[in-house]
């Protein structure tokens, strides 16, 4: 991720832009572990502050990540909940399974929606694999 945060941030100043009034937020980073970086807000503006100094590095447990997102849901006060990702879709570190990660997000009843940051060098990976999914 290190040269497509510019990207990721603009990304996700795109997504809050469409946010009301009543949307509440909460950032979890993760690298070698998820962390909770900012807890329930409605200040958008903080989150994106924390997004922009955000330095990656190590490796990345994105499905541990999402396991914590949706943990965090549980204490959300809107009845419709979605945990945005924004990612280039590697994980080579995390504890957690697909499968567990689909039955948490069923249980907190949340939608994952994801926004993948690529460079024009994976997509020819993919392309290559075959699992573009421009295709």
Not at 70 to 89: E, L, P, T
Request: charged share 30%; hydrophobic share 35%.
């Amino acid at each position: 991720m290190r040269n497509k945060m510019h990207r990721s941030s603009q990304a996700a100043a795109s997504f809050f832009k469409t946010a009301n009034p009543e949307d509440e937020f909460f950032l979890v980073k993760f690298n070698e572990r998820p962390k909770l970086a900012v807890s329930f807000t409605p200040n958008a503006d903080e989150l994106y502050e924390h997004i922009v100094r955000t330095k990656p590095f190590g490796q990345t447990s994105l499905l541990d990540a999402i396991h914590l997102a949706a943990c965090q849901m549980k204490n959300a006060r809107n009845s419709r909940k979605a945990i945005v990702i924004f990612s280039d879709g590697g994980d080579n570190r995390s504890r957690h399974s697909a499968s567990e990660i689909k039955n948490a997000l069923v249980e907190s009843d949340v939608q994952l929606y994801a926004m993948g940051i690529f460079d024009s060098d994976s997509r020819k990976l993919r392309r290559r694999k075959g699992t573009d999914p421009s295709c």
